[in-house]
């Protein structure tokens, strides 16, 4: 894993080095989870062959996000694209 951002936390190879300096503090104040969350969003994985109907079904109401999962360069087909761009003028 390469961050183009911030150098290396740690180096590993038959040793490893941690790099301390670039550790950020622990923080200070108590632990707050946030339990506000959107609980209509879905996660739809693209492979070859995938049926549009698939996608459109778990793209019905009330779903409000969904995350894509997808491989190699991104591809889909045209109709795929049809069914989310529909999606995302309803505001999903």
Do not use: C, D
């Amino acid at each position: 894993f390469v961050s183009a951002n911030y150098r290396p936390l740690v180096e590993l190879g038959v040793y490893y080095t941690v790099n301390w300096h670039r550790m950020l503090p622990p923080p200070t104040a108590p632990f707050k989870v946030n339990t506000n969350f959107e609980p209509h969003i879905a996660i739809f994985r693209l492979f070859p062959g995938v049926e549009e109907e698939a996608l459109r079904n778990t793209l019905r109401e009330p779903l409000r996000g969904l995350v894509l999962q997808t491989f190699g360069a991104g591809n889909a087909p045209g109709s795929i694209l049809s069914v989310l761009n529909e999606a995302t003028a309803r505001g999903v």
